[in-house]
């Protein structure tokens, strides 16, 4: 388990933080002692985005540490960069001298957070050393059980293959289950075949660790969720091999797992009431001889055929059997979770979380929640038109159409054929990866979207 994210406890003797903004600088310096306000004169403290200015105070020690809040665009821009600075301070107890409130006082404690996380399984990692008590205004409580699940999905996302195969996504939920008293049951290789989920069989089979598919339920609300998270452990590409340069990515494929692993830690932590169904097809694509080929036709679990025309599309093929079975036992909402296709990142880059729904009410309340929490999605449509794409004539559906226009589109289009009968579907095309280093969101795996669905759902069972 990851590490745990959490503010100090209160401290008497804190160090004073106050966020000042740039048309507030001028009052604020002269209200400052005569020396304060000269220090920070001269070093040019002018409000502008996380910077900062340590005054000087007796014995070495700063009197008060002043951070610039920066203008509304400059935060749009750059989120969590207060909460970044504040983690970036020397060693020290630091509190700030004012409540904060709404959704950018939410924004700075969180960004705190999310800055203390480091991947220290195969290296020593310098912590940070500035400690920050628990902010007034905001749920502190919470704001750490949502910093807990970011740091499993990127613990896991960042896990190299060889030790992130099938079986430890299955060790990792059952970790989960077992510190929230969920239950969990795991169908394994062949067995996949004797209970109707032949398409993560045949993804699969070609690895030397078995294939799976784990199915973890916990709570007994009203309110039903099920969460579907695409587990590709390392995607080859299969006999459709990728090139060494589009390889070199492949231990984040089971990005959708690890979200959803991450979001369904907040929600058992939150304990929110809702009865929650996790479910992941958890395989790895690999080269053997009895690889799945291009030309290949299976049948998936609900009955329809599915002609391979590329073993590198293999992601909607294992969702297609989860999402099946999902649909077999609809909850009121079904979300499935995929790093899934390169579209999307040409569509909208590595920042969004591009979402599918045809329910426009979760589609409002999604967005709306993303704005509040700083975690951005962008709605892309089941363009009806495009159906005739993925229809390939020889058998029911096509897992990869020809052309290269709208592959995420047509992916998503796919998948929904897979759940007619649920009430509300949403799926997520993600990325799961920051390429370089950003305030709160070191280079390496990363959750997106589930910060805003969890927003959602609680807005929602609110209201």
Same mark, same amino acid.
């Given at each position: 388990?990851?590490?745990?994210?959490?503010?100090?406890?209160?401290?008497?003797?804190?160090?004073?933080?106050?966020?000042?903004?740039?048309?507030?600088?001028?009052?604020?310096?002269?209200?400052?002692?005569?020396?304060?306000?000269?220090?920070?004169?001269?070093?040019?403290?002018?409000?502008?985005?996380?910077?900062?200015?340590?005054?000087?105070?007796?014995?070495?020690?700063?009197?008060?540490?002043?951070?610039?809040?920066?203008?509304?665009?400059?935060?749009?821009?750059?989120?969590?960069?207060? #909460?970044?600075?504040?983690?970036?301070?020397?060693?020290?107890?630091?509190?700030?001298?004012?409540?904060?409130?709404?959704?950018?006082?939410?924004?700075?404690?969180?960004?705190?957070?999310?800055?203390?996380?480091?991947?220290?399984?195969?290296?020593?990692?310098?912590?940070?050393?500035?400690?920050?008590?628990?902010?007034?205004?905001?749920?502190?409580?919470?704001?750490?059980?949502?910093?807990?699940?970011?740091?499993?999905?990127?613990?896991?996302?960042?896990?190299?293959?060889?030790?992130?195969?099938?079986?430890? /996504?299955?060790?990792?939920?059952?970790?989960?289950?077992?510190?929230?008293?969920?239950?969990?049951?795991?169908?394994?290789?062949?067995?996949?075949?004797?209970?109707? &989920?032949?398409?993560?069989?045949?993804?699969?089979?070609?690895?030397?660790?078995?294939?799976?598919?784990?199915?973890?339920?916990?709570?007994?609300?009203?309110?039903?969720?099920?969460?579907?998270?695409?587990?590709?452990?390392?995607?080859?590409?299969?006999?459709?091999?990728?090139?060494?340069?589009?390889?070199? &990515?492949?231990?984040?494929?089971?990005?959708?797992?690890?979200?959803?692993?991450?979001?369904?830690?907040?929600?058992?932590?939150?304990?929110?009431?809702?009865?929650?169904?996790?479910?992941?097809?958890?395989?790895?694509?690999?080269?053997?001889?009895?690889?799945?080929?291009? #030309?290949?036709?299976?049948?998936?679990?609900?009955?329809?055929?599915?002609?391979?025309?590329?073993?590198?599309?293999?992601?909607? &093929?294992?969702?297609?059997?989860?999402?099946?079975?999902?649909?077999?036992?609809?909850?009121?909402?079904?979300?499935?979770?995929?790093?899934?296709?390169?579209?999307?990142?040409?569509?909208?880059?590595?920042? &969004?979380?591009?979402?599918?729904?045809?329910?426009?009410?979760?589609?409002?309340?999604?967005?709306?929640?993303?704005?509040?929490?700083?975690?951005?999605?962008?709605?892309?449509?089941?363009?009806?038109?495009?159906?005739?794409? /993925?229809?390939?004539?020889?058998?029911?559906?096509?897992?990869?159409?020809?052309?290269?226009?709208?592959?995420?589109?047509?992916?998503?289009?796919?998948?929904?054929?897979?759940?007619?009968?649920?009430?509300?579907?949403?799926?997520?095309? /993600?990325?799961?990866?920051?390429?370089?280093?950003?305030?709160?969101?070191?280079? #390496? #795996?990363?959750?997106?979207?589930?910060?805003? /669905?969890?927003?959602?759902?609680?807005?929602?069972?609110?209201?």
């Amino acid at each position: 388990m990851p590490q745990p994210l959490r503010f100090a406890a209160p401290d008497t003797g804190a160090i004073p933080l106050t966020l000042i903004d740039p048309d507030g600088v001028e009052a604020a310096l002269a209200a400052l002692p005569e020396t304060q306000c000269a220090w920070a004169r001269y070093h040019g403290f002018a409000g502008a985005l996380a910077q900062v200015c340590a005054l000087p105070g007796p014995g070495g020690v700063p009197a008060a540490v002043l951070i610039g809040r920066g203008t509304a665009a400059e935060r749009a821009r750059q989120r969590f960069a207060i #909460g970044a600075a504040i983690a970036g301070l020397p060693e020290a107890t630091y509190a700030l001298t004012a409540p904060l409130d709404g959704a950018e006082g939410e924004e700075v404690a969180l960004g705190y957070l999310l800055s203390l996380y480091r991947f220290s399984r195969y290296r020593a990692q310098t912590p940070a050393k500035a400690r920050l008590a628990a902010p007034e205004g905001v749920d502190a409580a919470r704001l750490e059980r949502i910093a807990g699940g970011e740091a499993l999905t990127r613990d896991l996302i960042n896990t190299p293959a060889e030790d992130m195969g099938p079986d430890a /996504i299955e060790a990792a939920a059952r970790a989960l289950a077992g510190e929230y008293g969920a239950g969990i049951t795991v169908i394994e290789g062949d067995d996949l075949l004797a209970q109707n &989920l032949p398409l993560i069989h045949t993804v699969g089979r070609a690895a030397t660790r078995a294939p799976r598919l784990i199915d973890l339920r916990w709570g007994s609300g009203a309110q039903s969720l099920t969460l579907v998270g695409k587990g590709v452990c390392f995607d080859t590409g299969g006999l459709n091999l990728k090139p060494g340069a589009s390889m070199g &990515l492949m231990k984040k494929d089971m990005g959708g797992a690890a979200t959803v692993l991450g979001l369904a830690q907040m929600i058992m932590a939150e304990g929110l009431d809702l009865s929650l169904r996790v479910l992941i097809p958890a395989v790895e694509n690999a080269v053997a001889g009895n690889a799945f080929r291009p #030309g290949d036709i299976f049948t998936a679990r609900n009955g329809k055929t599915v002609e391979i025309n590329n073993t590198d599309a293999e992601g909607r &093929l294992v969702l297609a059997d989860a999402l099946a079975l999902a649909n077999e036992s609809p909850s009121d909402l079904t979300i499935s979770m995929a790093t899934l296709t390169g579209a999307a990142r040409v569509a909208v880059g590595p920042d &969004l979380a591009p979402f599918f729904t045809d329910d426009d009410g979760f589609a409002t309340a999604l967005s709306q929640a993303a704005a509040q929490v700083a975690d951005p999605v962008w709605r892309l449509p089941f363009h009806a038109p495009y159906e005739a794409l /993925i229809e390939p004539g020889i058998a029911d559906l096509d897992n990869a159409p020809s052309g290269g226009m709208a592959g995420a589109i047509t992916a998503a289009l796919f998948l929904r054929r897979f759940v007619p009968d649920v009430p509300s579907y949403a799926h997520f095309d /993600i990325y799961g990866w920051s390429a370089s280093n950003a305030p709160a969101r070191p280079k #390496g #795996g990363v959750g997106m979207g589930a910060r805003a /669905i969890f927003r959602a759902l609680t807005d929602g069972l609110a209201s």
